[in-house]
């Protein structure tokens, strides 16, 4: 795979499925236009036909009854908004003109009705007009006024002055009210809308008191449809994510913590009655079972709630058994996902819809069949992997401590022996999946083995396989990679005498430690959006007031001890540093004095920045930005590694 191959990387969305109707939003990085193209297809038996001919068409959702497919449209730069349009073909009609545009569509009961959550600006912000009714431009608005830990976040932006607020439209009236009023007040942003089944209510997640004070913790609203004040109806042990109601019970994924502590917790799915009469049931053991939330909502059949779980690399449909309680990972059956990677999952009545990625592909339609098996309808993939993709090989090693490490490398064509670059992912509590993974394809097919480990605090290990590093960075997670690096040097392909270290975020982190404690065994590192220390991170970036604590504790001589900026000294090894210009989650800061002691201790070392992207610049930064990322990549390593 090359770098300018990004836009071969097919991505269907979460699918929408309603008898033999299925839809789903493909999108892709676009070159030329610099943006990601998306529109809406139907998925038949013989694959992809085009349903919209939008260029950033996304979320569909059919109406119960059959007849209306409600999307979101963005035209030209401007915010999605909501649409709507028959199953049987016809004309999309306009729904919304919100300023910010308006997120996924929730469809009513009634199949008339249609909930979402939408951005509401404070006058004279966002380009909305002031009081006085003039427009000022982004750098002309009044200044804000800040009280709080939580008033941005990376990717988003400024949230108190634009409250995420509920709205409900008529999605069938002759004349739509394009600019409704919201249903809930400033106070708390509102997220995940679900209807109850008679139609009058709508659940919301906000956060812990109708956000009276600074929190992680969340719970469950009711709001009525036809205006009113919310209530509260579940009281969650930590947090709650994506409600949905069935009969007289509200079902979400949930961790258990208590005020600020929610970092390495797994996410369980848990039952409350819709009257408040009882506590919360936890329905997955709390140690083996993490539910993977950005797969869409549970859904629930007769006897059991479908969820996707993350185990081991792989992103996996499971059935729980809806009366029981702290169900282990080995009693949840397996219904599609093993060796790869469940993106999001549709059901209706007994037919169920998959995006699932693999090892060579980056996701592909599935249905399942009468045998309870599952057919691939789509085949996105394939112009990707005629271009090449390489196979990632299982690997497991054993750590210092005795603790089994488990990974995956991908190798290049050839015998070798080839070059290695160890990548570190970020998180910490995240991971290397059974999936395709463009970094290291590009890597590979330049003449690399790419090590990729999860170590000690990584998900889908077990809950405390995640907490195994807190207040303990830099001690068993980095013997852990370097275990799993030892074990692909014993390979006859790669050539220990070669080997470089990069990663981005909490592998940005690890790079920084590892060229400072254990420098001698790279020839340089690539370190990206990194937390290099954290005494200043925990007030600089959008979750360092409760991250730092979690994760290093609030001594700042131990946040020093944990920070690879107090070892500059000790780095000897050329050290690229690279960094987005708009990174909240890790400030530039952290970059800019990372480089400057870098050159003050007469390092050889280069500083890598690109305007007007966030942390997430080589998952969803600028298609341009991204090629370019891939050849300065393949540069830095092409002069201090080269395959040659």
Same mark, same amino acid.
């Given at each position: 795979?090359?770098?300018?191959?990004?836009?071969?990387?097919?991505?269907?969305?979460?699918?929408?499925?309603?008898?033999?109707?299925?839809?789903?939003?493909?999108?892709?990085?676009?070159?030329?236009?610099?943006?990601?193209?998306?529109?809406?297809?139907?998925?038949?038996?013989?694959?992809?036909?085009?349903?919209?001919?939008?260029?950033?068409?996304?979320?569909?959702?059919?109406?119960?009854?059959?007849?209306?497919?409600?999307?979101?449209? &963005?035209?030209?730069? &401007?915010?999605?908004?909501?649409?709507?349009?028959?199953?049987?073909?016809?004309? %999309?009609?306009?729904?919304?003109?919100?300023?910010?545009?308006?997120?996924?569509?929730?469809?009513?009961?009634?199949?008339?009705?249609?909930?979402?959550?939408?951005?509401?600006?404070?006058?004279?912000?966002? +380009?909305?007009?002031?009081?006085?009714?003039?427009?000022?431009?982004?750098?002309?608005?009044?200044?804000?006024?800040?009280?709080?830990?939580?008033?941005?976040?990376?990717?988003?932006?400024?949230?108190?002055?634009?409250?995420?607020?509920?709205?409900?439209?008529?999605?069938?009236?002759?004349?739509?009210?394009?600019?409704?009023?919201?249903?809930?007040?400033?106070?708390?942003?509102?997220?995940?809308?679900?209807?109850?089944?008679?139609?009058?209510?709508?659940?919301?997640?906000?956060?812990?008191?109708?956000?009276?004070?600074?929190?992680?913790?969340?719970?469950? @609203?009711?709001?009525?449809?036809?205006?009113?004040?919310?209530?509260?109806?579940?009281?969650?042990?930590?947090?709650?994510?994506?409600?949905?109601?069935?009969?007289? *019970?509200?079902?979400? @994924?949930?961790?258990?913590?208590?005020?600020?502590?929610?970092?390495?917790?797994?996410?369980?799915?848990?039952?409350?009655?819709?009257?408040?009469?009882?506590?919360?049931?936890?329905?997955?053991?709390?140690?083996?079972?993490?539910?993977?939330?950005?797969?869409?909502?549970?859904? /629930?059949?007769?006897? #059991?709630?479908?969820?996707?779980?993350?185990?081991?690399?792989?992103?996996?449909?499971?059935?729980?058994?809806?009366?029981?309680?702290?169900?282990?990972?080995?009693?949840?059956?397996?219904? *599609?996902?093993?060796?790869?990677?469940?993106?999001?999952?549709? /059901?209706?009545?007994?037919?169920? %819809?998959?995006?699932?990625?693999?090892?060579?592909?980056?996701?592909?339609?599935?249905?399942?069949?009468?045998?309870?098996?599952?057919?691939?309808?789509?085949?996105?993939?394939?112009?990707?992997?005629?271009?090449?993709?390489?196979?990632?090989?299982?690997?497991?090693?054993? =750590?210092?401590? &005795?603790?089994?490490?488990?990974?995956?490398?991908?190798?290049?064509?050839?015998?070798?022996?080839?070059?290695?670059?160890?990548?570190?992912?970020?998180?910490?509590?995240?991971? $290397?999946?059974?999936?395709?993974?463009?970094?290291?394809?590009?890597?590979?097919?330049?003449? $690399?083995?790419?090590?990729?480990?999860?170590?000690? +605090? =990584?998900?889908? $290990? +077990?809950?405390?396989?995640?907490?195994?590093?807190?207040?303990?960075?830099?001690?068993?997670?980095?013997?852990?990679?370097?275990?799993?690096?030892?074990?692909?040097?014993?390979?006859?392909?790669?050539?220990?005498?070669?080997?470089?270290?990069?990663?981005?975020?909490?592998?940005?982190?690890?790079?920084?430690?590892?060229?400072?404690?254990?420098?001698?065994?790279?020839?340089?590192?690539?370190?990206?959006?990194?937390?290099?220390?954290?005494?200043?991170?925990?007030?600089?970036? #959008?979750?360092?007031? =409760?991250?730092?604590?979690? @994760?290093?504790?609030?001594?700042?001589?131990?946040?020093?001890?944990?920070?690879?900026?107090? $070892?500059?000294?000790?780095?000897?090894?050329?050290?690229?540093?690279?960094?987005?210009?708009?990174?909240?989650?890790?400030?530039?800061?952290?970059?800019?004095?990372?480089?400057?002691?870098? !050159? !003050?201790?007469?390092?050889?070392?280069?500083?890598?920045?690109?305007?007007?992207?966030?942390?997430?610049?080589?998952?969803?930064? !600028?298609?341009?930005?991204?090629?370019?990322?891939?050849?300065?990549?393949?540069?830095?390593?092409?002069?201090?590694?080269?395959?040659?």
């Amino acid at each position: 795979m090359r770098p300018t191959d990004i836009e071969l990387l097919k991505t269907a969305g979460r699918p929408a499925l309603s008898g033999e109707l299925l839809l789903v939003a493909v999108s892709r990085p676009d070159l030329d236009t610099n943006s990601y193209v998306s529109a809406l297809h139907w998925v038949g038996d013989d694959g992809l036909s085009a349903w919209t001919h939008g260029a950033h068409d996304s979320s569909p959702v059919i109406s119960p009854d059959g007849r209306w497919v409600a999307f979101l449209r &963005g035209e030209g730069s &401007g915010p999605a908004q909501l649409h709507v349009m028959p199953t049987a073909g016809g004309e %999309a009609r306009v729904l919304t003109a919100l300023p910010l545009g308006v997120g996924e569509p929730v469809w009513a009961p009634d199949s008339r009705r249609i909930a979402f959550t939408a951005r509401v600006p404070e006058p004279g912000r966002y +380009g909305t007009p002031d009081d006085e009714g003039r427009t000022p431009e982004a750098g002309e608005e009044a200044p804000r006024r800040i009280t709080r830990y939580d008033y941005r976040v990376d990717n988003v932006g400024f949230l108190r002055d634009r409250p995420q607020r509920l709205f409900v439209v008529d999605a069938l009236a002759e004349d739509p009210v394009t600019e409704p009023e919201p249903m809930t007040d400033d106070a708390a942003s509102v997220r995940e809308p679900a209807w109850t089944p008679d139609g009058q209510t709508i659940l919301v997640v906000a956060p812990r008191d109708w956000d009276a004070v600074e929190t992680l913790q969340s719970d469950i @609203y009711a709001v009525p449809a036809d205006g009113g004040d919310p209530r509260l109806v579940v009281r969650t042990a930590g947090r709650a994510e994506r409600p949905v109601v069935a009969d007289t *019970t509200v079902y979400y @994924y949930g961790a258990a913590f208590e005020g600020a502590a929610a970092a390495a917790t797994n996410s369980g799915l848990w039952a409350a009655p819709l009257d408040g009469g009882q506590p919360p049931r936890r329905l997955t053991d709390a140690e083996t079972v993490d539910c993977v939330a950005a797969a869409g909502p549970p859904a /629930v059949r007769d006897d #059991d709630v479908l969820v996707v779980v993350g185990h081991r690399g792989a992103a996996e449909l499971r059935s729980v058994p809806l009366h029981g309680s702290d169900a282990l990972l080995d009693e949840l059956p397996v219904l *599609t996902g093993e060796r790869a990677a469940v993106r999001s999952f549709a /059901v209706d009545g007994d037919r169920i %819809a998959v995006v699932q990625a693999g090892p060579a592909d980056s996701g592909e339609v599935l249905v399942s069949t009468g045998g309870g098996g599952f057919t691939a309808r789509t085949a996105l993939s394939v112009p990707l992997r005629e271009a090449g993709v390489l196979p990632a090989e299982e690997l497991t090693a054993t =750590s210092a401590d &005795g603790y089994p490490v488990h990974g995956w490398v991908v190798t290049p064509e050839g015998e070798g022996p080839h070059p290695v670059l160890l990548v570190v992912h970020g998180g910490p509590f995240a991971a $290397y999946e059974w999936s395709l993974f463009d970094e290291a394809q590009v890597y590979a097919a330049a003449g $690399y083995a790419v090590v990729l480990a999860n170590p000690r +605090g =990584s998900a889908g $290990y +077990g809950e405390s396989h995640g907490r195994a590093v807190l207040h303990a960075l830099g001690t068993v997670d980095a013997d852990d990679v370097l275990a799993l690096l030892d074990a692909a040097l014993d390979r006859p392909d790669t050539d220990a005498d070669r080997v470089g270290v990069m990663g981005g975020s909490y592998g940005g982190f690890m790079t920084g430690w590892l060229a400072s404690h254990h420098g001698h065994r790279f020839r340089a590192a690539w370190s990206e959006r990194a937390v290099n220390a954290w005494d200043s991170f925990a007030g600089a970036s #959008d979750i360092g007031w =409760s991250f730092t604590e979690n @994760y290093v504790g609030a001594d700042l001589d131990e946040q020093r001890r944990r920070s690879p900026l107090s $070892y500059v000294a000790d780095i000897d090894i050329p050290f690229a540093v690279v960094h987005s210009e708009l990174d909240w989650r890790c400030p530039l800061e952290q970059a800019q004095r990372m480089f400057v002691a870098l !050159k !003050k201790n007469g390092a050889d070392t280069e500083f890598l920045l690109f305007p007007g992207e966030g942390h997430e610049l080589t998952r969803s930064g !600028k298609p341009r930005h991204r090629v370019q990322r891939f050849e300065a990549v393949l540069d830095w390593w092409s002069r201090h590694l080269p395959v040659g």
